[in-house]
């Protein structure tokens, strides 16, 4: 019954899925799983949200086994949504997962003082800029509001650049377990030539994935997401915040791969708490019990298959606090909630990253 997928007319029920591969006694070793046991769309309904496993009570890992049919599906028979089958193209072709955007990695720096790495050779952290902050239009201002407030606390930082690829997650989380290693690896090449010790990300997609990952590949850091790294910053006053220009309800809604997958809730809130004129409304739905945005698990482009879209579901519990922003700290759940703001004739600016509303508290 957490399932977002379930609460929203899907057919996935994570539970039954553990229940029906354990409970066929009669099945042989060559009896087909999917499709006798799992049925396909449950298995690409799946968001890894994880919000299955906070809630059972025997502490069952039901997305693993969801995971590692994708790779069957994918890697032996080439089976998948035709959305699926595009962003792995996409990622083998250019090294991201969005088709058609107009920007480099390095766009999004004009007019604010960012190096590259190679210009930086020696930085005290680097910032994974991630495909989305960089590439997307809609996220770039989160990036942007990064690398001001960076520069503002006077840290020293530098950024891949060109030398950036994805990190490879949504190609893990579809099920090209090849495909995500290849890229992993020329990650952490790349990573360790520069012999790169603390890296900060904006996403909390990369930040699992460099953090919790990478490490089986070789590819050990020091990782943190924003939200912790700048809540130090403002605990030891390298950040001078001061009061927003209004007073304002937010709404901070936990990313999945933050919160459940990170056991991060309290950096984001500490943050809103530390701004003046900024009033925390949480949802119902909050911290480990958090309602998915509906990105997670490769629907950032894979459309749902029926029933109610998740990020409708989760726009209107935010709706229903009557909060005036709705706070984000990740680019996935910003465009799934500008969205879906829009769908329920909203205005979708209320939707913010954290690092923005940080940057206008924090601006000279």
């Not at 086994?65 to 072709?93: G, W, Y």
Request: with cysteine; hydrophobic share 30%; net charge neutral.
């Amino acid at each position: 019954d957490s399932c977002p997928a379930h609460m929203t007319g899907k057919n996935l029920s994570p539970m039954h899925i553990i229940n029906n591969i354990r409970g066929n006694k009669n099945s042989s070793a060559n009896d087909e799983i999917i499709d006798t046991l799992v049925d396909q769309e449950s298995l690409w309904d799946c968001l890894t949200c994880g919000a299955c496993e906070e809630e059972c009570p025997v502490g069952v890992e039901h997305i693993d086994p969801i995971i590692n049919m994708r790779r069957n599906l994918v890697m032996e028979k080439s089976n998948m949504p035709d959305a699926a089958l595009n962003v792995l193209t996409n990622l083998e072709q250019r090294g991201h997962p969005w088709k058609g955007t107009p920007y480099t990695r390095t766009d999004w720096t004009e007019g604010l003082n960012v190096k590259t790495i190679k210009e930086n050779s020696n930085p005290e952290v680097l910032l994974w800029v991630g495909c989305t902050p960089s590439l997307n239009k809609n996220n770039q201002s989160s990036i942007r509001a990064m690398a001001k407030v960076l520069n503002r606390a006077k840290i020293n930082f530098a950024i891949l650049g060109a030398e950036e690829t994805c990190t490879g997650d949504p190609a893990r989380r579809i099920g090209n377990e090849y495909l995500y290693q290849t890229m992993a690896k020329h990650n952490i090449d790349t990573l360790n030539k520069y012999s790169v010790k603390k890296i900060v990300t904006t996403c909390p997609h990369c930040f699992n994935n460099i953090k919790n990952e990478y490490p089986h590949l070789g590819g050990n850091y020091k990782v943190q997401h924003y939200s912790e790294f700048i809540l130090e910053l403002v605990k030891d006053k390298k950040i001078q915040i001061k009061s927003l220009p209004e007073n304002l309800k937010i709404s901070f809604h936990d990313p999945c791969y933050l919160g459940r997958h990170n056991n991060i809730y309290s950096a984001p809130r500490e943050l809103v708490k530390a701004i003046p004129n900024l009033e925390l409304k949480e949802m119902e739905l909050n911290k480990n019990r958090a309602l998915c945005c509906g990105a997670g698990g490769g629907h950032a482009w894979i459309e749902e298959t029926k029933g109610k879209r998740v990020n409708h579901l989760r726009t209107q519990q935010f709706l229903q606090t009557k909060a005036d922003v709705l706070g984000v700290s990740c680019p996935f759940c910003m465009q799934m909630f500008t969205e879906g703001m829009t769908a329920s004739n909203q205005n979708p600016s209320q939707v913010k990253d954290l690092i923005e509303i940080v940057e206008e508290s924090s601006r000279p």
